[in-house]
Nanobody, 123 residues
Framework: DVQLVESGGGSVQAGGSLRLSCAASKYIYFRYCMGWFRQSPGKERERVAH????????YYADSVEGRFTISQDGAKNTLYLQMNSLKPEDTGTYYCAAGRLTWNGRCPNNFGYWGQGTQVTVS
């Protein structure tokens, strides 16, 4: 089984930056899609960004495009989310997730492994 552990959340003023990290218990990046999701009060869980490790493509939600950057360090089994120009609407619990690529190499709709979440509060 795979464990994912997020860190790096906290409270920051609008316009500030945070970097989230997600440590995986073992190397799982090959054939997996690695992503960041967030859950805000009263809202549905939103996919913020993902990396398709099959073709290297990256996805960002429109709401974070140009402000957030997803990256990973395979040697450290760690996924990152650099968040700049933070806004109050970015507030929420951020989750790291891993999902096996589909038969045609796409990121799945449902991810099989999840971290416990880390809180981000922007005021």
């Amino acid at each position: 089984d795979v464990q994912l552990v997020e860190s790096g959340g906290g409270s920051v003023q609008a316009g500030g930056s945070l970097r989230l990290s997600c440590a995986a218990s073992k190397y799982i990046y090959f054939r997996y899609c690695m992503g960041w999701f967030r859950q805000s009060p009263g809202k549905e869980r939103e996919r913020v960004a993902h990396i398709n490790n099959g073709d290297g493509s990256v996805y960002y939600a429109d709401s974070v495009e140009g402000r957030f950057t997803i990256s990973q360090d395979g040697a450290k089994n760690t996924l990152y989310l650099q968040m700049n120009s933070l806004k109050p609407e970015d507030t929420g619990t951020y989750y790291c997730a891993a999902g096996r690529l589909t038969w045609n190499g796409r990121c799945p709709n449902n991810f099989g492994y999840w971290g416990q979440g880390t809180q981000v509060t922007v005021s």
